[in-house]
């Protein structure tokens, strides 16, 4: 029934927000491109009338509107008609977030027991508010680019409805997944290039649906495992908020003011495409609505799974804080700050942050073997008191060894597979001097050199992951974004030199995606990551199936018969070609 539900939603949204579409568009009631937005015409709003519309219709189908689901969705009218006013007269951020809190004030009364009343529950339920009120806000930050909103919202209401559908009861599920269906109805008007945005009106109460059912989720359930399950659902809400707020910070820029720097933003200005980078966020969305879903069912052993999606999330916001977005001043509060000298010389002398990220590896790992290799076991309560003791000791011996071995002295941008003898040897000398610590300490009692094993393999595995992150994430950009699509014709020496330095600098213009090679013996092979997929004999196929721009010529001994042949092929097609000439003066 509530697939039914979710599938008219889907429906009425979209048959509703086409005739809002055309209803403003004949009003003129359109919003113009402006600095401080991303789109670049004039593009008609109040999209979020078909959503709500929509959601209602399948709720009511269903039976969602219920009494039980009546708080949920009173805050989501309230917060719609605020966005309502928004949208005629722009409300100031302060305005909307004391709406917003108001709201999320009537709502928390409607769920919290009158008999609660020690200054703990007083303190959880000012909490309570805090995270209703921030969420809502979160979400309706979040609709900064065509179909991210509507996107990740949809992602994150399925997601809480399959992961605490005990706690909420079968009306708020209903009325989230009709929501996720008419958000995937009004993503046919909404998505890249969008027809119609949502509008306020839909963003804040968008936000104050998925606000209010999480905060249902989490004060039912009662437990630190389901707040921390809801937070991974809607992490990139809060990790965009979170990111931006603390970046315009460090900018000494007011973090009320819009602006093109929220993660979308950064990553289209890396070098991915809109449509790439909305996808990439979805795909965060996806990964820690299942982490959560995990975390909530397998609360004493999910600590290393949502150990790993937060560090991924973090790496990926170290990689964009890289991204300039405000003219050369990102960190110019920071670099501002009477202690600025003292913050920078541990970064970069000490390298602080690495320090902190290795001590969350190294726990998560150590914990993680000693799940994986006692799984089930009756004594695990003895070799968890092991784990606790011992850690202390581990954290202190493996820090030393990754120091000693020069790890702390490679550069994360040009982190490769020739830095990863010096990991082997750094996790090989921590495991070796973890095992004697063990044994001088704790004379190897409840122990197991298996967990050792374990733990080496996965820190290992961790360690070159995250140091390897910002070179994934660089490729990922050059190879799916705006950049040129160049051929490069010769796969020998000066090709790939040529290839590794368009692939490497983030500055280029150009990215490589076919290597094209006289050598037969290459075909099919791949030469620093890029495929070797043709001689000179298939140019003019490989033009069109991997839609290259421009052919670069790498090696001087293709002669001026074959450069004459490349051009023919090229410019019947309106593809440049030019030639790689090296020289040292």
Not at 355 to 374: E, H, K, M, N, T
Request: hydrophobic share 55%; net charge positive.
């Amino acid at each position: 029934m509530n697939l039914l539900a979710a599938a008219v939603a889907a429906a009425v949204s979209f048959t509703v927000a086409g005739f809002v579409r055309r209803a403003v568009i004949a009003r003129g009631i359109v919003v113009a491109p402006r600095p401080d937005r991303w789109h670049q015409v004039p593009t008609p709003t109040y999209g979020g009338i078909g959503v709500f519309t929509g959601m209602l219709a399948g709720s009511a189908l269903a039976g969602g509107l219920s009494p039980s689901a009546w708080p949920v969705v009173l805050a989501g009218v309230a917060l719609f008609v605020i966005g309502w006013f928004d949208d005629q007269v722009p409300m100031s951020a302060l305005a909307k977030m004391v709406a917003s809190l108001a709201v999320a004030a009537f709502f928390v009364l409607t769920i919290v027991a009158a008999s609660l009343t020690t200054p703990m529950h007083a303190a959880l339920t000012v909490l309570a508010i805090l995270w209703f009120g921030g969420l809502d806000n979160a979400i309706n930050l979040l609709d900064n680019m065509d179909g991210l909103a509507a996107g990740v919202t949809a992602i994150a209401a399925v997601g809480l409805a399959l992961t605490f559908g005990a706690d909420l009861g079968p009306a708020i599920v209903t009325v989230l997944l009709t929501l996720a269906g008419a958000l995937a109805g009004f993503l046919v008007w909404n998505r890249h290039p969008a027809r119609i945005f949502m509008g306020n009106c839909g963003s804040l109460a968008i936000g104050g649906i998925i606000a209010a059912s999480a905060t249902v989720a989490v004060a039912r359930a009662g437990t630190g495992s389901a707040a921390a399950a809801a937070l991974l659902i809607l992490i990139v809400p809060v990790f965009d908020s979170s990111f931006v707020v603390l970046l315009r910070r460090l900018a000494g820029r007011s973090t009320t003011r819009g602006n093109i720097d929220h993660t979308s933003h950064r990553l289209v200005s890396a070098g991915f495409s809109d449509r790439t980078a909305v996808w990439l966020l979805y795909g965060l969305g996806i990964v820690g609505a299942a982490a959560g879903a995990f975390v909530h069912t397998h609360a004493d052993t999910a600590a290393p799974l949502a150990a790993a999606v937060g560090v991924g999330t973090l790496m990926m916001g170290l990689w964009l804080a890289r991204v300039p977005a405000y003219a050369g001043q990102d960190f110019q509060a920071f670099q501002n700050a009477p202690f600025a000298p003292l913050i920078t010389d541990l970064t970069f002398r000490w390298h602080a942050g690495e320090v902190l990220l290795d001590l969350v590896l190294i726990s998560s790992c150590y914990y993680a073997a000693y799940r994986l290799r006692f799984e089930g076991d009756p004594n695990m309560p003895v070799f968890l008191a092991t784990f606790s003791r011992s850690l202390p000791a581990i954290l202190g011996v493996q820090l030393a060894a990754l120091y000693a071995s020069g790890l702390y002295k490679r550069l994360w941008r040009t982190f490769g597979l020739h830095d990863l003898a010096t990991v082997i040897r750094a996790v090989g000398s921590g495991v070796l001097l973890s095992v004697l610590a063990a044994a001088y300490l704790f004379k190897f009692e409840a122990f197991s050199r298996g967990v050792f094993l374990i733990y080496a393999v996965l820190l290992t595995a961790a360690i070159v992951g995250t140091r390897l992150s910002f070179r994934v994430f660089g490729r990922m950009a050059a190879r799916t974004g705006v950049r040129t699509r160049v051929a490069i014709y010769g796969a020998g020496a000066r090709g790939q030199l040529l290839a590794r330095e368009l692939l490497a600098n983030e500055d280029s213009s150009r990215t490589p995606v076919v290597f094209i090679d006289d050598d037969e013996s290459k075909l099919s092979r791949r030469v620093v990551g890029v495929p070797v997929r043709g001689t000179a004999r298939d140019l003019e196929r490989l033009l069109t199936k991997y839609r290259i721009e421009e052919v670069l010529i790498s090696s001087p001994t293709i002669g001026p018969e074959a450069e004459a042949k490349v051009r023919a092929a090229c410019a019947a097609r309106g593809a440049a070609v030019a030639r790689l000439f090296y020289e040292i003066r």
